[in-house]
Antibody, heavy 117, light 107 residues
Framework: QVQLQESGPGLVKPSQTLSLTCTVSGGSISSGGYYWSWIRQPPGKGLEWIGY???????YYNPSLKSRVTISVDTSKNQFSLKLSSVTAADTAVYYC?????????WGQGTLVTVSS | EIVMTQSPATLSVSPGERATLSCRAS??????LAWYQQKPGQAPRLLIYGASTRATGIPARFSGSGSGTEFTLTISSLQSEDFAVYYCQQYNNWPFTFGQGTRLEIK
């Protein structure tokens, strides 16, 4: 059973870069077949897919965030990471890492990131 | 980007009754449609994929149907643990997109 766990700062200042890491256990990112995604949910609102990385390193980002997003993978640590630059209060959300081949079968518990000075 | 529209926004149903939730895509997504259940403070849980296939461990009272642009999630006999928010998601085209959610509440 694949398990995912997000980690990173819960508070980020406006204009700075949000950085989160997702640690995968119970399965290997390198085994292929799955997309490793980041999804966010502003408080009280719906889900927004941010982007994915494949084990090979190929990525796809939501065009609405593309200019500010970088997703990377460290297969040696079985982790993948999210960087979101130039954050504003609108980026305050619960950030989830998730995986699947299309539908997201596995999700982390989520981590709340607040953008505030 | 494909826009997913769910209806209704809120559905009030009594325990034991049937609930029918709808999801419409702005263009065809074939059968590449998933449904998720989300309870307060929890991550979404995959219920249905391929429009009609139940995910592992999902009770048979959950069923999905549809293809193209019109989809339905049916819960045949509501249990107390089913009251939650439900999201549809298309994974036919990048970027993957979610509906805005339907809140299923106790009547």
């Amino acid at each position: 059973q694949v398990q995912l766990q997000e980690s990173g700062p819960g508070l980020v200042k406006p204009s700075q870069t949000l950085s989160l890491t997702c640690t995968v256990s119970g399965g290997s990112i390198s085994s292929g077949g799955y997309y490793w995604s980041w999804i966010r949910q502003p408080p009280g609102k719906g889900l927004e897919w941010i982007g994915y990385i494949y084990y090979s390193g190929s990525t796809y980002y939501n065009p609405s965030l593309k200019s500010r997003v970088t997703i990377s993978v460290d297969t040696s640590k079985n982790q993948f990471s999210l960087k979101l630059s130039s954050v504003t209060a609108a980026d305050t959300a619960v950030y989830y890492c998730a995986s699947g081949y299309g539908p997201h079968s596995y999700w982390g518990q989520g981590t709340l990131v607040t953008v505030s000075s | 980007e494909i826009v997913m529209t769910q209806s209704p926004a809120t559905l009030s149903v009594s325990p034991g009754e049937r609930a029918t939730l709808s999801c419409r895509a702005s263009q065809s997504v074939s059968s590449n449609l998933a449904w998720y259940q989300q309870k307060p403070g929890q991550a979404p849980r995959l219920l249905i994929y391929g429009a009609s296939t139940r995910a592992t461990g999902i009770p048979a009272r959950f069923s999905g149907s549809g293809s193209g642009t019109e989809f339905t999630l049916t819960i045949s006999s509501l249990q107390s643990e089913d009251f939650a928010v439900y999201y549809c998601q298309q994974y036919n085209n990048w970027p993957f997109t979610f509906g805005q959610g339907t809140r299923l509440e106790i009547k």
